[in-house]
C-alpha cells in the first residue's frame, strides 16, 4: 500500500484486527515461546522438529504481528451509521439487480474485511468499484475475468453491519 494511500475499515473491522492481534501477542505467542524453550531443553536443535516447527511458527506470528500493527495504525476507520449520503460510498449497503433479474444485497467494506459468504465485498473490488458514486437507479457495467455484467441500483442504506 502507497503511503499516501488511505484505507478505510468499518468500526468492526477494526475491532477484529485489534482482537486478532491481541490473542496473537498475549495467547498464541507465548504459548509458542514457551512450546521452543522445552523443545530447546531436549538437545540438539538441529534433527528437532518440534523446534524447527516453533521457530517457523514464531516467525509466522511476528510477521502477522507487524501486519496487523501497521494495518490498524493506518486504517482510516468509517462508521457507516453516521453516513449521510445518497449514492454509493464506503460502507454503504447497496442492493442490485443483475441482467438475469437476481437481486444481491452488497456490503462495500475495507480490504481487510471482505467476506464473500456475507456478501462483504471491498470498495478496490471491481464490483465495488463500479459501484462508487451511484445512485439508485443507475445501471453500472462491471468488467469481470467471465466478461462484463450490467447491475442496477435499486438501494442505498448506510447502516451498521452486524457482526
Avoid: C, W
Wanted: charged share 35%; hydrophobic share 35%; no cysteine.
Amino acid at each position: 500500500m502507497n503511503a499516501r494511500e488511505r484505507s478505510y475499515i468499518t468500526p468492526g473491522g477494526l475491532l477484529r484486527l485489534q482482537a486478532e492481534y491481541d490473542t496473537l501477542r498475549h495467547e498464541e505467542r507465548p504459548k509458542v515461546v514457551e512450546e521452543v524453550s522445552a523443545a530447546a531443553a531436549l538437545g540438539d536443535r538441529s534433527e528437532n522438529a518440534e523446534y524447527i516447527y516453533g521457530k517457523k511458527r514464531l516467525r509466522e506470528i511476528d510477521r502477522r504481528l507487524r501486519y496487523l500493527a501497521n494495518r490498524i495504525e493506518n486504517v482510516v476507520q468509517v462508521d457507516p451509521a453516521a453516513m449521510k449520503r445518497r449514492d454509493v460510498s464506503f460502507g454503504a449497503t447497496v442492493t442490485v439487480e443483475y441482467e438475469d433479474g437476481r437481486e444481491v444485497t452488497y456490503h462495500i467494506v475495507g480490504i481487510d474485511e471482505v467476506d464473500v459468504p456475507r456478501n462483504r465485498i471491498s470498495y478496490k473490488s471491481p464490483v465495488g468499484r463500479a459501484l462508487m458514486g451511484k445512485n439508485t437507479g443507475d445501471v453500472v457495467v462491471v468488467h469481470r475475468p467471465a466478461g462484463p455484467v450490467e447491475l442496477e441500483v435499486l438501494g442505498i442504506e448506510y447502516r451498521r453491519l452486524d457482526d
